[in-house]
């Protein structure tokens, strides 16, 4: 391997992220270590270094030239992903300050030497045992941003995002005031898709879905009333609009239940920006106002028509 893969198996090692196993990482790995094509990773140092030092090392050893503007690259993509994983430190100077340097830390640095000797398995164990793997450490940090949601008596949890957040008002305000004892067939995640879809219910009701029909973000199914409300979480896009309703209806023509179509908003501000675009004879929920409701249905409050 030359130098450029070797640095590349250390972070495999370390359990870094296969983003952070890219050739930018891998170079600046050694950029930190002071390490030539031909030098040996015994060789290496932990002097300080400044990013522009690293880009000119670069240029210089490896003949990969980086332009100054990737700096801020180096630094979000790099710098900042191996100080969280504990194989750098900074000299506590402001970060705009012209004498702000990083290096590799001591660990760090008695860990590299030892790439390729006897003692390589020895020196990543303990610094395994000392130090939590980005994976687990970034794994962790999404499990903690997640959204716990509570889906017909079952405990589960949305990506983090402001759809999201929406869909979960849905879930937790709207229904019980304007769906009561409904159950939820269907409803999204912005990472996995069909976070709940309920495909026998839909069917048994009438549902014609295909592998290229998009289902609205949420359906919710009252069978005391038999009915089924059809809600857009709408943070930009994908409101009941007349084209939207024609494609749900098509999907729906053999169900026999009422149909609501509900377009769901954060705020009035943004109902606001959508309004003049919403088809008629459907309803508007904003969550900042969860009492209420916007019928555009004319003679008719929340309901099915026909």
């Not at 983003?19 to 270590?33: F, K, P």
């Not at 801020?72 to 194989?87: L, S």
């Not at 398995?121 to 610094?127: T, V």
């Not at 908003?265 to 969860?290: G, N, Q, R, Y």
Request: proline share 4%.
């Amino acid at each position: 391997m030359n130098k450029i893969e070797e640095a590349k198996s250390i972070l495999a090692h370390l359990q870094v992220p296969i983003r952070q196993r890219n050739e930018m990482c891998s170079c600046v790995l050694l950029a930190l270590a002071g390490l030539t094509e031909n030098m040996n990773w015994s060789q290496a140092t932990n002097r300080w270094i400044r990013i522009p030092d690293v880009i000119a090392f670069l240029r210089t050893n490896y003949g990969i030239a980086y332009a100054e503007n990737n700096r801020e690259t180096i630094r979000k993509q790099a710098m900042h992903h191996f100080r969280n994983a504990a194989f750098i430190e900074d000299n506590g100077k402001a970060t705009n300050s012209p004498l702000y340097r990083y290096r590799l830390t001591d660990e760090m640095l008695e860990l590299v030497q030892a790439f390729g000797a006897s003692a390589w398995d020895e020196k990543l164990s303990a610094f395994l045992g000392s130090h939590e793997t980005l994976i687990s450490l970034y794994t962790a940090k999404r499990t903690m941003t997640k959204m716990p949601v509570n889906v017909n008596g079952i405990d589960l949890t949305f990506s983090p995002g402001k759809h999201n957040q929406l869909q979960k008002a849905i879930i937790e305000e709207f229904a019980p005031r304007f769906a009561p004892n409904s159950e939820c067939l269907y409803v999204g995640d912005t990472i996995e898709k069909d976070l709940v879809k309920d495909v026998k219910k839909l069917q048994e009701l009438g549902f014609s879905i295909t592998l290229h029909d998009k289902m609205p973000d949420v359906v919710l199914y009252s069978e005391e009333r038999h009915w089924l409300y059809f809600i857009e979480a709408v943070t930009s896009v994908g409101l009941m609009e007349p084209k939207r309703i024609k494609e749900i209806e098509e999907m729906t023509a053999g169900v026999t239940a009422g149909k609501i179509y509900v377009t769901s908003f954060f705020d009035f501000k943004t109902f606001k920006k959508f309004s003049e675009s919403l088809a008629w004879e459907t309803e508007v929920w904003i969550a900042e106002m969860p009492d209420h409701m916007i019928h555009l249905n004319g003679d008719k409050f929340l309901g099915p028509r026909g």
